[in-house]
């Protein structure tokens, strides 16, 4: 079993930085890919990014390539997920999620974090 919580959510403005944490306890953490999700209200649960065991591999979402940066420190047990240049479309609960396999479904990933809310202002 792998348990993750995410936290660093809240409010800001459009233009502005957030980042998010993942801390992860259980089995060991850095056999597993990491990814992060996002939820809307009345949209499906949508992919963010991924990164693998040892943070040098990472996939994005075009609509967040180039603004948002996936990073882990396995020493920690933790991933971040920096976020730049926030838009209002970027507000949903974000998630983090784990996996063996580098994979971009939510279907594919084992364990889930509670969820963190994430709120742009226009």
């Known amino acids: 079993q792998v348990q993750l919580v995410e936290s660093g959510g809240g409010l800001v403005q459009a233009g502005d930085s957030l980042r998010l944490t993942c801390a992860a306890s259980?089995?060991?953490?850095?056999?597993?890919?990491v990814g992060w999700f996002r939820q809307a209200p009345g949209k499906e649960r949508e992919f963010v990014g991924t990164?693998?065991?040892?943070?040098?591999?990472?996939i994005y979402a075009d609509s967040v390539k180039g603004r948002f940066t996936i990073s882990r420190d396995n020493a920690k047990n933790t991933v971040y997920l920096q976020m730049n240049s926030l838009k209002p479309e970027d507000t949903a609960v974000y998630y983090c999620?784990?996996?063996?396999?580098?994979?971009?479904?939510?279907?594919?990933?084992?364990?889930w974090g509670q969820g963190t809310q994430v709120t742009v202002s226009s």
């Open positions: 990164i693998g065991w040892s943070g040098g591999r990472t």
């Open positions: 999620a784990a996996t063996r396999t580098i994979a971009t479904l939510p279907s594919a990933y084992n364990y």
């Open positions: 259980g089995r060991t953490f850095s056999n597993y890919f």
